[in-house]
Structures are given as C-alpha cells and as structure tokens.
C-alpha cells in the first residue's frame, strides 16, 4: 500500500491508497478515488520529532486495520520546512521504506511555466495534476484553507500559476488579534449582508466577503484561460464559501492525495 502525506500549515493530511494489481483486490485502478482506503488527519506541529509523529500514524493506520508492513511505499509533499525531513525520517525508521519527495525537479506529468519553478509550493502543483487527471483542462483550482489560493491549468495541460490570498481563518484571527472590541464568530453566513450586530457584520464580511473574492477570482482565471474551464474546490474551509459562490463544478477534499499517487505512478513507482 501507498502512504500519501500531504504536510501543511494546519493539518497533516494522509491517505493509504492500494498498491496491489486490480485483480488482486477487485479495485479499479483506472480511479485513484477507488484505490483510497482511508484518510487520516493530526495537527502541524513542528515541535513534535519524528518518533512522536511515527507513534501517533502508526497507531492510526493500526485503528483503522492497516498495519505498518502493509505500506510498501509513500510520497510527501510538505509547505512546512522543518517538518519535511522528520517525515522523511519517519518514512524510513517505521515503514523501512524510502519516500518520493514531490518537488518541481521530478517528472509531475506537466511543464510548470512559474517564473521560477522551485518556488511553487508543492501542494499546488500536486493538486494541478490531480485536477486535469480527473476534471482535463484547462481547469482552476480553488484550495481555502490556512491561505486562499488560486491555480490554474492550461488547455494545454502546462501549470501557469495562480493567486494568493489570506485564508479567511488568518483573517478572522488579525481581526480578532489587533482589535479591541471585534471577537471570534462562528464561520457561517449571516441572514443578510448588511448585519445588524456585530457578530452578522463580521459573518458578512468573512464568509460573504470570501465568496465574492472567490467569484471574482475564478471570472478573472476563466477570461484568461478559457470560460469552459473547469473549477474544482478543495482545503478545510472550502464548504463555508462553496454554499455561496455558485462557481465549483466539484468539490474534492481528497485532491491532494490523489495527485500524490499519481505523481508516484508517474515516476516509476507502482
């Protein structure tokens, strides 16, 4: 089994996806989505070492009735430095296996047309190749989580790039910090956009205020890209805004471990 993990600035987010021949399981293989087993999810924290974070997925792999001779292989990509080599680390001391560290020096199955392709976190150029896999191109991909970021795939399949914006989370949490008399709301839509209250006057701006960002966005993409484009949502944040922004043909929160599976396919693995 493959060990997919996908490390960002809130959650590490893992999926077990079968390794085996099709005729060996009954799974299409032809689907990423049906060869995902599981998904697991623990928090970012870069003081925890690397036998801590083993302890913790082994013992979750085990819950869910994997265990740790199953994985034969794994693929990380990881927004968050200090974490990436104790993942690593954690890779070979627990499983015995080497993993595929995602970066834009692999084969990733597209040209990235960045300005300059290192600085493209590798998330986002996993979730482009899932995207086209399952939806074509040119597609916009839409992640809300920790930040709000914008991606966009040609019709000719070539990653060019995208936008970032400050998630709505990081948001609330400056105004909740920097003010005296703002405090924390519960992230849903208020009633109108006008509030009355303060607490519907933030909702509005947070969760109204992003589904407009999120419209505009992806009209700007389509007019530069193509207006058949297909629009795919994903990130821990994406159902606040999806209600509200009539512009996501698909909502997929397993995105980006199936474009870690595929990257590892494509790179003679599997």
């Given at each position: 089994?493959?060990?997919?993990?996908?490390?960002?600035?809130?959650?590490?987010?893992?999926?077990?996806?079968?390794?085996?021949?099709?005729?060996?399981?009954?799974?299409?293989?032809?689907?990423?989505?049906?060869?995902?087993?599981?998904?697991?999810?623990?928090?970012?924290?870069?003081?925890?070492?690397?036998d801590e974070y083993g302890?913790?997925?082994?013992?979750?792999?085990?819950?869910?009735?994997?265990?740790?001779?199953?994985?034969?292989?794994?693929?990380?990509?990881?927004?968050?430095?200090?974490?990436?080599?104790?993942?690593?680390?954690?890779?070979?001391?627990?499983?015995?296996?080497?993993?595929?560290?995602?970066?834009?020096?692999?084969?990733?199955?597209?040209?990235?047309?960045?300005?300059?392709?290192?600085?493209?976190?590798?998330?986002?150029?996993?979730?482009?190749?899932?995207?086209?896999?399952?939806?074509g191109a040119p597609v916009?991909?839409?992640?809300?989580?920790?930040?709000?970021?914008?991606?966009?795939?040609?019709?000719?399949?070539?990653?060019?790039?995208?936008?970032?914006?400050?998630?709505?989370?990081?948001?609330?949490?400056?105004?909740?910090?920097?003010?005296?008399?703002?405090?924390?709301?519960?992230?849903?839509?208020?009633?109108?956009?006008?509030?009355?209250?303060?607490?519907?006057?933030?909702?509005?701006?947070?969760?109204?205020?992003?589904?407009?960002?999120?419209?505009?966005?992806?009209?700007?993409?389509?007019?530069?890209?193509?207006?058949?484009?297909?629009?795919?949502?994903?990130?821990?944040?994406?159902?606040?805004?999806?209600?509200?922004?009539?512009?996501?043909?698909?909502?997929?929160?397993?995105?980006?471990?199936?474009?870690?599976?595929?990257?590892?396919?494509?790179?003679?693995?599997?």
């Open positions: 089994m493959l060990l997919t993990i996908d490390i960002g600035n809130t959650a590490v987010t893992m999926g077990v996806f079968y390794d085996e021949p099709a005729a060996a399981t009954g799974v299409n293989k032809a689907n990423p989505l049906q060869r995902l087993v599981t998904t697991l999810r623990v928090a970012t924290d870069s003081r925890r070492l690397a302890i913790l997925v082994k013992n979750l792999l085990e819950f869910r009735g994997i265990a740790s001779s199953d994985i034969t292989a794994a693929s990380i990509c990881s927004v968050v430095p200090p974490l990436t080599g104790l993942f690593e680390d954690l890779c070979r001391r627990y499983f015995g296996i080497a993993p595929l560290l995602v970066n834009s020096q692999i084969d990733l199955g597209m040209p990235v047309r960045y300005d300059n392709p290192r600085d493209v976190g590798a998330d986002r150029i996993v979730d482009a190749v899932a995207a086209v896999e399952l939806y916009i991909i839409v992640d809300l989580g920790t930040a709000t970021v914008f991606d966009a795939v040609s019709r000719d399949r070539e990653y060019l790039g995208g936008a970032i914006a400050p998630g709505i989370n990081l948001s609330a949490d400056a105004l909740y910090d920097n003010t005296s008399l703002l405090r924390r709301v519960e992230l849903v839509a208020p009633a109108a956009a006008v509030g009355r209250n303060t607490t519907a006057a933030l909702q509005s701006g947070l969760v109204l205020g992003y589904a407009g960002l999120v419209t505009t966005m992806v009209e700007r993409f389509k007019a530069e890209i193509g207006s058949d484009a297909q629009v795919v949502g994903t990130g821990g944040l994406v159902t606040v805004i999806a209600d509200h922004s009539p512009v996501f043909n698909d909502i997929n929160q397993e995105l980006t471990l199936v474009g870690l599976d595929l990257i590892y396919r494509m790179n003679g693995a599997g």
